[in-house]
């Protein structure tokens, strides 16, 4: 286990110690409104009545998985195709960042109106956001791949997919872990925030519901399982993404 990630699930256990402790101190000072901060009892309540429902979370996780996986597809066939036919590489670079700078939030409507209300725009908001850093990271691999291994694959006959096969993709494949892992962290909650607009189930429905019914302990545990949830899939993909290094000669440390 490296340093740093026994550094991260030091802070994690700290988090988790002094969070409830703090938690307490600001309810009996009375610095916040009780309404703000409700009863951790009743926050524990919520979340084991209502938010581990399947129906709530594991809908909402199985619509960001799904999003996340379209998303790498996508932003890896992209740089695929930008590093095969380096003729429409600026027209894809120019796309993702467009894609990438416009927020979330200002295409719901848009996404909505392509997709579909409910799952189908959870599912894409996920991909949308995904997708860049598998496109990114992805394409910057294969422009590095040294001019020597394309040598040897075409001095013995190899063609482009001998090269995608044999070089380009062994090479990219920790480049597109690590994009998994940067937007795993996201994906719970890009779900969750395209629920909460335009869906009636789901862990983003049932915060506006909450919302509206100003219950508190819920919107609580609604907030820290989508924080454990993301925090939980980066460190699941951290692990994917040593391991595939480890395996491919190509970890560092």
Not at 181 to 187: A, P
Request: charged letters at 10%.
């Amino acid at each position: 286990m490296s340093r740093a990630r026994v550094h991260r699930l030091l802070g994690y256990g700290a988090v988790l110690v002094a969070l409830p402790v703090v938690w307490v101190l600001v309810r009996v000072s009375g610095a916040v409104p009780a309404l703000l901060v409700p009863d951790p009892a009743r926050v524990a309540e919520s979340l084991v009545a209502k938010v581990a429902d399947p129906s709530a979370l594991a809908l909402t996780v199985a619509r960001a998985v799904a999003g996340i996986g379209l998303g790498l597809v996508f932003g890896t066939a992209l740089a695929i195709a930008a590093h095969l036919l380096p003729m429409v590489e600026p027209l894809t670079r120019v796309a993702g960042m467009i894609m990438r700078c416009v927020p979330v939030l200002a295409l719901s409507p848009l996404i909505a109106t392509f997709f579909g209300y409910g799952g189908p725009a959870a599912v894409a908001t996920a991909a949308i956001m995904s997708f860049f850093p598998s496109f990114a990271l992805v394409g910057a691999a294969l422009w590095r791949i040294p001019p020597a291994l394309v040598d040897v694959v075409r001095v013995t006959g190899g063609g482009r997919g001998r090269l995608l096969w044999y070089v380009s993709l062994p090479v990219a494949l920790p480049e597109l872990v690590q994009a998994a892992k940067l937007t795993s962290c996201v994906g719970v909650l890009a779900a969750l925030t395209a629920e909460f607009l335009t869906a009636n189930d789901g862990l983003g429905a049932l915060l506006a519901r909450s919302q509206g019914l100003l219950d508190t302990p819920t919107v609580w545990a609604i907030l820290l399982t989508s924080l454990a949830s993301s925090l939980l899939a980066y460190e699941v993909m951290d692990l994917a993404e040593r391991r595939t290094r480890s395996l491919l000669s190509l970890h560092k440390n």
